[in-house]
């Protein structure tokens, strides 16, 4: 289990708050709750992109099974989170592909991800543990 530590203080005080947390074994029954309440639709009950609302898009929803085949093979956890929270958002022919779900997946617990070779950040739990249902989709 990793462990990050960050030190918050302001200048002069001299004292700093120390936040101790570990990298989350998020539960896959989370994260595969909210893709049946956000992301089925569209992307079907296995991911392929084959959802019930598939057909009435302009634009084909996303295989998910086939991230890490796309990445070289290594499930890129931080690039899929990024979309999901609605940080990075393709647009084709000026149409929105894919609605952000940043703020419906605020609620609760902050965890720290490693983010970048020693870099840790804040990340809600459930758009972590989203994600990571997510890699259990791949082929």
Do not use: W
Request: proline letters at 8%; one cysteine or more.
């Amino acid at each position: 289990m990793k462990r990050a530590a960050i030190i918050l203080a302001g200048p002069g005080l001299g004292l700093g708050l120390a936040l101790a947390a570990c990298t989350p074994e998020a539960p896959v029954s989370m994260g595969k709750s909210d893709y049946d309440r956000f992301c089925v639709a569209c992307h079907g009950a296995d991911g392929t992109g084959d959802g019930p609302a598939a057909e009435a898009l302009g634009v084909a929803p996303a295989d998910l099974t086939t991230l890490s085949a796309r990445n070289g093979g290594a499930f890129p956890l931080v690039e899929v989170m990024s979309h999901i929270d609605g940080y990075t958002r393709r647009v084709e022919n000026g149409d929105l592909v894919m609605p952000e779900f940043g703020p419906a997946l605020q609620e609760g617990r902050l965890v720290m991800v490693e983010t970048g070779p020693g870099v840790t950040t804040p990340t809600p739990e459930r758009l972590y543990a989203l994600a990571r249902y997510l890699e259990t989709l791949q082929e």
